[in-house]
């Protein structure tokens, strides 16, 4: 009965949520509509062969996955690996990190019938859902086919966690679809029994983002500088993955930053690359000059043209590489009650991290670099403007603040093995024949 309830709800929004919304998109930002894929229209991936299914929402899931991917290659290369997404970003970095070693899928609507049909074409051996993704009508499909499923690097945020515990009737038979479950912290695993799944199924294995390499290329750095013409020592700050309402208040303390650093750059991603006119419109209403980073020369030989004072980050997956050379990185969807985003990617290469209050999302993260300094938290423009002056005044503090980042970090190892004994211990082998 409640799965029937559930199929209705997600029919109604469906037709009267998801479909004019994805026409809008489609028809004013040119956002392709994958019907055919999200309806299970996709060929099958292999003649009767059992694959590993690993399904990450979008951008950050999908890079954590790395790790897991080359795991399960060395450990189990007789699994083609098969990763769906649910946004197209997601599905272009997949496409773009993982050309050769995995099979981009994007995930089905959550209909019985949707669901069947795509169990059958990907034939999965088992099914590894990254942070808590979970879609009772696939996760049931799955369950009636005997396959296994593990939630990696599992979290709940306080948003989420308050929104499930008003269906928590129904997710209790949900969450018993899943075999494992293995958990950021000791706060996620207790709110997940709290959900009603079963103490023994619960592990801590850790954030696999920790455990995530960082292997800028050589010569990232002299790259980038290079790129956007800056002239040596001349002071970036990136502000990343930022959300509406956010830019305003990183621009006022850009503002005030120049009268003291009068070179300093200042460089703008906002999370959704759609964003990238409504971000370029706010800086020429505000006299901001500005230029995207598509807009750049792949190659900059002389810094006698300096791109302007503001860049906007327009493209998919560089925003990791690109801090590297930030001399101070703030985190986005955290001065807004957004939930935060990923405060490792910047603190791996030994940036101070400035945050917003609101990375609720990021707890775990949040407090182990601000625990050792790494992390700053600001709570407003005046807050993020004092901290990122007295930062760029004092390259000491600096690198004091980034290295305390990355050993607390580096102490943190450990996830992705824990994790990719579980899928020995709890999904293959031990699969149906």
């Not at 040119?30 to 060929?43: E, Q, S």
């Not at 099914?127 to 499909?141: G, Y």
Request: hydrophobic share 45%; charged share 20%; net charge positive.
């Amino acid at each position: 009965m409640m799965y029937a309830l559930y199929t209705a709800v997600a029919l109604i929004g469906l037709v009267t949520l998801w479909v004019p919304l994805a026409l809008v998109r489609r028809f004013t930002r040119g956002v392709p509509l994958n019907a055919r894929a999200r309806l299970g229209g996709d060929a099958p991936i292999g003649a009767g062969r059992l694959s590993a299914w690993l399904h990450a929402v979008s951008v950050g899931e999908a890079i954590a996955t790395a790790p897991l991917i080359e795991g399960l290659r060395r450990l189990h290369p007789e699994l083609p690996v098969v990763m769906t997404t649910v946004t197209n970003t997601g599905a272009q970095i997949v496409r773009e990190r993982f050309a050769g070693l995995v099979t981009h899928r994007f995930f089905p609507l959550d209909l019985p019938w949707v669901a069947r049909r795509v169990a059958t074409s990907i034939n999965p051996a088992f099914l590894i859902c990254m942070e808590t993704e979970l879609w009772p009508n696939t996760l049931r499909a799955l369950a009636s086919r005997g396959v296994p499923v593990m939630i990696a690097n599992g979290r709940i945020s306080d948003r989420s966690f308050r929104r499930y515990r008003l269906v928590r009737r129904f997710l209790t038979s949900v969450l018993a679809d899943v075999r494992v479950f293995a958990m950021q912290s000791d706060e996620d695993a207790r709110r997940i029994i709290a959900l009603g799944a079963h103490p023994e199924r619960v592990v801590v294995t850790g954030n696999i983002k920790v455990d995530a390499p960082v292997a800028d290329p050589a010569g990232t750095v002299d790259l980038w500088r290079r790129l956007l013409a800056l002239s040596p020592g001349q002071r970036v700050w990136i502000a990343g993955s930022t959300h509406a309402g956010e830019e305003d208040p990183v621009l006022e303390a850009h503002r005030a930053a120049l009268a003291e650093f009068p070179e300093l750059v200042l460089v703008i991603a906002p999370r959704h690359p759609e964003r990238t006119a409504e971000v370029l419109a706010l800086l020429a209403r505000r006299s901001w000059p500005s230029i995207r980073r598509s807009e750049l020369p792949f190659a900059v030989t002389s810094t006698s043209v300096p791109v302007p004072p503001v860049v906007v980050l327009d493209t998919v997956g560089e925003l990791a590489t690109l801090y590297a050379i930030a001399d101070v990185v703030f985190v986005g969807g955290s001065l807004v009650p957004v939930g935060g985003h990923n405060l490792l990617e910047a603190a791996q290469r030994r940036k101070p991290v400035l945050v917003g209050p609101h990375a609720t999302n990021f707890r775990e993260s949040t407090s182990l670099l601000e625990s050792v300094g790494a992390a700053l938290v600001v709570r407003d423009a005046s807050d993020l403007s004092r901290e990122l002056r007295r930062l760029l005044a004092d390259p000491d503090l600096r690198a004091k603040l980034g290295d305390a980042g990355y050993e607390a970090v580096a102490s943190r190892h450990g996830a992705v093995r824990e994790t990719l004994d579980l899928i020995g211990r709890y999904l293959y082998p031990g699969v149906r024949s």
